[in-house]
C-alpha cells in the first residue's frame, strides 16, 4: 500500500472530519466519531481521518500509486467545498 498524508491547520477539522464522513457514508461503509474517521472508498483505497483543537491529520492509502493523485484531489475538492468559509493550506507528503 502507498501511503501519503495532509496536515490541514483549522480550528474547524472536528467539523470537517464529521461532515466528509456523513457525505461519504451514503456511499461507503463509514466508521467516524468527533475525534476519527475512516472512508473505505474501494477494497484498495481509503483515507482516515484525525481531528485535534489544531487541525485535520488525513492518511490516504492507495494500492495502485496511479490512484493517489486522483484520490488526494477528491478528498481535496470535497474538504474545500464544506470548508468554503476558510482557506486551507493541503499539502500531501508520502
Do not use: N
Not at 11 to 38: I, T
Not at 45 to 69: H, I, K, R
Amino acid at each position: 500500500m502507498h501511503l501519503s498524508q495532509a496536515v490541514v491547520r483549522t480550528e474547524h477539522a472536528s467539523r470537517y472530519l464529521q461532515q466528509l464522513c456523513k457525505h461519504w457514508s451514503h456511499k461507503f461503509s463509514v466508521d467516524f466519531d468527533p475525534h476519527k474517521g475512516r472512508v473505505p472508498f474501494s477494497e484498495t483505497a481509503e483515507v482516515t481521518f484525525t481531528a485535534d483543537d489544531a487541525a485535520l491529520t488525513m492518511v490516504l492509502s492507495v494500492a495502485d500509486p496511479e490512484q493517489q493523485a486522483r484520490m488526494q484531489g477528491v478528498i481535496d475538492d470535497h474538504l474545500k467545498r464544506f470548508a468554503f468559509r476558510e482557506e486551507l493550506d493541503i499539502v500531501w507528503t508520502d
